[in-house]
């Protein structure tokens, strides 16, 4: 069984950083994970993506060069640099596991979820 814990969020001002973590227990050798976020009245969106077999990311466009995904595999932990931050990246910050290591876009190819942590950005 895996286990997905975020941490790292908070209330922060437009154009500041933060940094998400996810923290992994269980075996998650050779899983991909993702960073999903889901703003007041609309659906999971992805944000960003690192497979296990060789680091590969994929980001949306949306926060193409102001977000990095990053792995400690040390810490069983994946971070989520987010710079430049706006009203728009509002949401809940949900990491997940995807078992088959593809890196997808799409929420349903991940097997296990976090309860999420909230970024709130101010104007």
């Known amino acids: 069984q895996v286990q997905l814990a975020e941490s790292g969020g908070g209330l922060v001002r437009a154009g500041d950083s933060l940094t998400l973590s996810c923290r992994a227990s269980?075996?998650?050798?050779?899983?991909?994970t993702g960073w999903f976020r889901q703003a007041p009245g609309k659906g999971r969106e992805f944000v960003a993506s690192i497979r296990w077999s060789d680091s590969r990311t994929y980001y949306a466009t949306s926060v193409q060069g102001r977000f990095t995904i990053s792995r400690d595999n040390a810490k069983n932990t994946v971070y989520l640099q987010m710079n430049s931050l706006n009203s728009e990246d509002t949401a809940v910050y949900y990491c997940?596991?995807?078992?088959?290591?593809?890196?997808?876009?799409?929420?349903?190819?991940?097997?296990?979820w976090g309860q999420g942590t909230q970024v709130t950005v101010s104007s």
């Open positions: 269980g075996h998650t050798a050779g899983y991909a």
């Open positions: 997940a596991a995807d078992s088959f290591d593809s890196g997808s876009y799409a929420s349903a190819e991940y097997d296990y």
